[in-house]
């Protein structure tokens, strides 16, 4: 039998060895750097229409996020899945500017904590399915000298399909490199009181667009997730259903309802669909919608297509009036200033 090769797209992907010799000849900018470094761990997006095919093998041949069939075979049953849904996707993508904004965001979102925090803290990014990988981070990190490390998720909810593989690529890359530093992990922060306010004023703004709030369906639309990491003990559902209730005790009187969006493939997903529920709204004659995207913190193909595009055109067709979303987080002072306080927690 030939050796296993790699398909072609994750080698594009597997850009530097996992060998002591790498590691050990990384020059350190500054011998020994009192800095902390602040490792943002982010899933990614395509940076351009060519790289949304790599982007998707990645993410459909990581076995935290979907298992299809025994893991020899994953490579190739991925091919065939991304083949068939990459045209769709870059259409998507072409449709938002030609690439996801999410590399772009999650580095302002580090340079804005870098600013907070002030001299003892650098930021980098770590996409656990697009550039800057995991890898290229912590190469970079052993450039500069640093040994501390605080890995901080921008998911908000903890899910193994998200954090918890960001998490697991991250041990990956230091076990197979025999990299050493100090390690921290934040892994979860959909209750902590600056995120709730942060979005909560998110909501007020959002509200604020339409003639009268009374009249208006707040639709708290998070990811989906297949029904079978929850009943293998995932909490994402519970932090899900948090965020919403504390937001909702920040925003006071409103009628709201939450929904799940992006189910990406044919297994049992969290449901009521964002799709059903607009078309649910429509039917029972609302005409004002405040849509809340809940599971990311900045823009990206799912607030800015699936939401602001697909959802926007099937509720006007519906007889849906106002069709509002609220900002992501992205930079905002609030969200930021949250941040560094889960920072500095974990730094003491
Ligand atoms: C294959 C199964 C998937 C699971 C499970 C899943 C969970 C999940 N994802 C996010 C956040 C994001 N997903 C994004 C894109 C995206 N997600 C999947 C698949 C699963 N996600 C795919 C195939 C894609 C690519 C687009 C598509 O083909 O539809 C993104 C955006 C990337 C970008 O544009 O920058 C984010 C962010 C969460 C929070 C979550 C479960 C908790
Ligand atoms: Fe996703
Ligand atoms: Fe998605």
Redesign the pocket.
Known sequence: MPPFQLPNELKKFSCSPFSATFWSNLPAEVAMSPKTALLLLQ???PDSLEAVHPF?MN??TDRD??KIGPAFLQPFIARRIVNK?APK?EEYYRQIGGK?P?RELTEAQGEGLQQLLGEDFRSFVAMRYSRPTTIDALAAIKRAGIERVIALSL?P?Y?K??TGSSVNELKRVLKESGAKFELTYIDRFYNHPLYIKALSEKVMQGLAKFPDRKDVEIVFSA?S??QSFIEEGDP?LDHIQETVRLVMEQVGEGSHTLCFQ?K??RVKWLEPSTEATIEQMAKAGKKNLLMVPL??VSD???TLYEIDIQYGEEAKALGIERFIRTESLNSSPLFLQCLADLVKTAAT
């Open positions: 899933m990614g997006g998707l993410l459909f996020i979907i849904r996707v996801s999410i998911y909810h899910s399909a998200t990811h997730l297949p994402y992006s990406a493939s599971s990311f990206h193909i799912e």
